[in-house]
């Protein structure tokens, strides 16, 4: 065994019997507490009618005054008769000073007691140190929760992106600062639901549990029904169900919620996400890129403050009006290859295998467009881009261009390299959506587990009648990441889904 291994195992020996005599001593404390009948469990409240932020923010007019406020005790420094503080609650942190002649030799015998992490009710008076620090003159304090598992000792250095992804709650913490990411998340939502309210848009809540997964090409999760003895599905999107509710009368309607995809993960993919969908009747695909860009726009206003943000080193430009493309010829300016001069199967596998792109050997022209779009496409999109009129292979929800079958009247909206939001003039032509949905069964049984089942109540709403209709949903988290400057979805989910600690 070398010296380094050895003075390794040494230093690993001694940090689990230290934590082991932390976690003892904090027991100890606890049972002290409950001893001299101060079992901080016991409390069910406190009175904290202000907030350490609000003082620092407002000095002058709470320089004096009496306070109350409760938090997490973050750091001690102790000088004999005196002590400070460092509590930290929902608003930020503040220093408490406190003094054997203010608060008493019993209460100041418990002072010295306190561990780093515990939480506390104090009662005290607001001033300035002599070093200029804003700090509460502490006259009385409670134990209000004891804590007995210990904080990383470098309370700004919780830097292990797996360990604060796995216990957020130290990470909120220890990194206060994260706690931003999630306001400004709430805002998004918060802004989104105003501003669809504010043009007539109904909130609406459908199923998550499906009899058949549909509404997108993705692989669902399944779980079982005991009553009913039947295989469900939890929903990979609310399209179908949310435009059962126009055919119903319903003009303007929108869902806020969760979608869960038994796919892969990634810094741009979680297994459950949060989607918004909406539908609007008597509008297309066109109308949705109008509604999508001032929903954008207006949230990164009211949220950021302007449309000029930055997003990991580059600068994006909200600014209206954003650039609008067709597949088409998006895959001709970046890879060169003109499909407008394609017009075989066989002709469009060429031209992949040229560009080094596997393709099926089946892979029909507009699989293979759609296919060099995502190689050599995407990836520039750095700037707001709508990309218009994809191809009816991975479109089978969208109405058919009248000029040109092979493709739908869809648009994907890109931004930072990756989509955003995705949209339609909708498929309300029930023939048509029953002959695409039959050649969906066919893909998924010659083995494509994320084809659209047959879905015949859907097509019997269709039968009674669906109005044009343009629908669009985007990714919330997605938005979040761009909006926070946050390089993974994971940074913006408070729990994401992680591989339990074997």
Partial sequence: ??????????????????????????????????????????????????????????????????????????????????????????????????????????????????????????????????????????????????????????????????????????????????????????????????????????????????????????RPFITHHNTLDIDMYLRIATELHLKRLVVGGFERVYELGRIFRNEGMSVKHNPEFTTVELYQAYTDYKGMMDLTESLITTVANKVCGGLKITYQGEEIDLTPNWQRITMIDAVKKYSGVDFNNITTDEQAQAAAKELHIEVPKNATWGSVLNEIFEEKVESELLQPTFVIDYPIEVSPLAKKKKDDPRLTERFELFITRREIANAFSELNDPIDQKERFLEQVKARAAGDDEANMMDEDFIEALEIGLPPTGGMGFGVDRLAMLLTDSPSIRDVLLFPTMKPIS
Avoid: W
């Fill in 1 to 218: 065994m070398s010296s380094d291994t050895h003075n390794e195992n040494i230093n690993n020996s001694e940090n689990i019997q230290n934590i082991s005599e932390i976690l003892q001593a904090r027991r100890q404390k606890l049972d002290d507490l409950k001893q001299n009948n101060k079992y901080p469990f016991d409390i069910t409240t406190f009175d904290a009618t202000d907030h350490a932020q609000t003082i620092i923010d407002d000095f002058d007019n709470f320089e004096g005054k009496k306070v109350s406020l409760a938090g997490r005790i973050m750091s001690k420094r102790g000088m004999g008769k005196a002590s400070f503080c460092d509590l930290l609650d929902g608003s930020g942190r503040i220093q408490l000073y406190i003094s054997i002649n203010d608060v008493g030799e019993d209460t100041y015998a418990e002072v010295k007691k306190l561990d780093i992490g515990d939480i506390v009710g104090i009662n005290g008076e607001v001033f300035r140190t002599h070093k200029g620090e804003i700090s509460i003159k502490t006259f009385e304090l409670t134990i209000l929760s004891k804590s007995l598992q210990p904080l990383p000792e470098k309370f700004h250095g919780l830097t292990d992106v797996d360990i604060r992804y796995r216990k957020r709650y130290i990470d909120l913490i220890v990194n206060p600062d994260i706690k931003q990411t999630f306001i400004k998340r709430s805002k998004i939502i918060t802004e989104t639901r105003n501003f669809l309210d504010s043009l007539g848009f109904l909130e609406v809540e459908t199923p998550i549990l499906n009899t058949i997964p549909g509404g997108a090409a993705a």
